[in-house]
């Protein structure tokens, strides 16, 4: 209920129409049984001083703060009382507070709401190498943030390579720890292998530009590298869809739009934010569609191997077995034409509780999965169960994107229950990130270097 005591505070921008911060802020709101509002306060950019008159009757009208969004933040600034120095250095405001004495102040919780969601996501950007992909307002803030934080370099690259030079002669000299440059676009392939984060700070792949992405489509990522996309709407983008394709740890924007709030909040209102609440509003809320998936799914089909496979699947396990040689290079060696030769391939596949599954795609063998159903006491100390015993599973590069690994699992597990089989296993070098992800998403259950699934 909204009443001539009720505390109000907004939204400046253009357009605010499809912002999510009123929901997020008036969920935590009556979380806490607080007489707060939050509004839309959609302000015209053609209307000449619409951004100043607006500040103006924030006072007029006794509101108690608002947020500012795309394009008012660096314009709402001369219109303020005083910065707060985060404000001032990054040069821009998102966060418009009362300060004690009355006077109008400006904030920016952008930068500490990207390390705090950073921080969440188990990420300490002390001592890290960081690619940022944009020079605009956001890309300030994260800069800002990160080297504040401790970054030890950070290159920007942006389609205007002189608004990313301006911006790392502007914050080099306040971070002395931190080494911080500019290049263009076109030098990516050189800068991004040694970044720790890669994050996005331009708008592409925002709604509606859903399909657009600052990533270049031929230039991989690294596994395990960390991205991080600005933009929210929609969820999963383009530029996070790439990186999870080439399992790096993909972080979208949603969670630093709930900590900038947040810090806000707190900023407002004087009392600690109840951050979950805020995070469920916003997941209540429903984004545009992501875009269709970068690979489309498998498309084959998975049956038993036969005979004449026998070559296809020693060519695949040499796939495999030169991974692990990469992985390990002191320990494993370079497969050879005799490491599971395909005569090995024709033995097991003539023994009665070896199975050995095939994924097909347009006639081509594009992965195998070899295992047995040999009834086994593993140890003293482990139960003799029947079980389906997976030796090896390779798939070729492109079809793994597209799942066929999983759809050999499906076919697997589809298999033992026919058998009555309850029970799938294997044993996995625990160097193999990669290979732990695939199993614990695909359902098994990790024991040191065994895992398995009931079924
Ligand atoms: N998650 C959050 O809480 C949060 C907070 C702030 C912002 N954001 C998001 O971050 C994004 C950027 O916001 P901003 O305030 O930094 O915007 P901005 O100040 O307008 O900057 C836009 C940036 O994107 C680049 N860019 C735009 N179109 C491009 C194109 N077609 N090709 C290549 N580069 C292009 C610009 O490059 P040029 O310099 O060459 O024009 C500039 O670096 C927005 O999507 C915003 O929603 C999210």
């Not at 994924?359 to 594009?366: D, L, R, S, T």
Request: hydrophobic residues 50%.
């Amino acid at each position: 209920m909204i009443t001539s005591k009720t505390s109000v505070v907004g939204l400046i921008g253009w357009p605010v129409s499809h912002s999510v911060s009123p929901a997020m802020h008036n969920a935590a709101f009556a979380h806490l049984g607080l007489d707060w509002a939050y509004l839309p306060l959609p302000v015209d950019l053609a209307r000449p001083d619409a951004v100043v008159q607006a500040v103006l009757g924030l006072r007029a009208l006794g509101l108690r703060g608002a947020n500012v969004t795309v394009p008012h933040k660096q314009a709402v600034m001369s219109a303020l009382d005083r910065l707060t120095p985060a404000a001032q250095a990054i040069g821009a405001v998102n966060t418009i507070f009362l300060d004690q004495d009355g006077a109008l102040a400006g904030d920016n919780t952008d930068a500490p709401g990207f390390i705090a969601d950073l921080r969440e996501h188990g990420v300490a950007p002390a001592g890290l190498s960081v690619l940022v992909l944009g020079a605009g307002g956001s890309a300030r803030a994260v800069v800002y943030g990160l080297a504040d934080a401790g970054a030890r370099t950070i290159v920007i690259a942006n389609r205007t390579v002189d608004r990313a030079a301006t911006l790392a002669a502007e914050f080099a000299p306040h971070h002395p720890g931190c080494r911080i440059s500019a290049v263009d676009m076109d030098n990516l392939p050189a800068h991004a292998p040694q970044a720790d984060l890669i994050v996005n700070c331009t708008a592409l792949g925002m709604t509606p530009q859903v399909e657009s992405s600052p990533w270049p489509e031929d230039l991989a990522f690294r596994p395990g590298q960390i991205v991080y996309d600005l933009v929210y709407s929609p969820r999963a983008t383009r530029f996070l869809q790439q990186a999870a394709a080439a399992d790096a740890h993909a972080i979208g924007g949603i969670g630093m739009l709930v900590w900038q709030g947040a810090l806000a909040f707190q900023r407002w209102t004087g009392e600690a934010a109840p951050v979950a609440v805020m995070r469920q509003a916003v997941d209540a809320v429903q984004l545009p569609a992501a875009p269709e998936p970068i690979h489309p799914p498998f498309a084959g089909r998975v049956r038993r191997a036969v005979a004449d496979n026998a070559a296809a699947i020693a060519a695949l396990n040499r796939q495999v077995q030169a991974l692990h040689a990469a992985a390990v290079p002191d320990f494993f060696k370079p497969p050879s034409a005799t490491t599971f030769p395909p005569d090995f391939w024709q033995e097991r596949l003539a023994e009665a509780d070896v199975v050995i599954l095939v994924a097909e795609h347009e006639g081509m063998v594009v992965g195998y999965l070899y295992a047995d159903t040999t009834p086994a006491i593993e140890t003293n100390s482990t139960y003799a169960r029947p079980r389906f015993y997976i030796h090896h599973i390779g798939v070729d590069a492109a079809q793994r994107e597209r799942g066929a690994g999983t759809a050999l699992i499906d076919a697997a597990k589809a298999f033992a229950r026919r058998e009555g089989i309850t029970l799938l296993a294997l044993t996995t070098w625990t160097f193999n990130e990669q290979a732990v992800r695939f199993f614990t998403r695909a359902g098994f259950e990790v024991y040191n270097y065994r895992m398995w699934m009931t079924i």
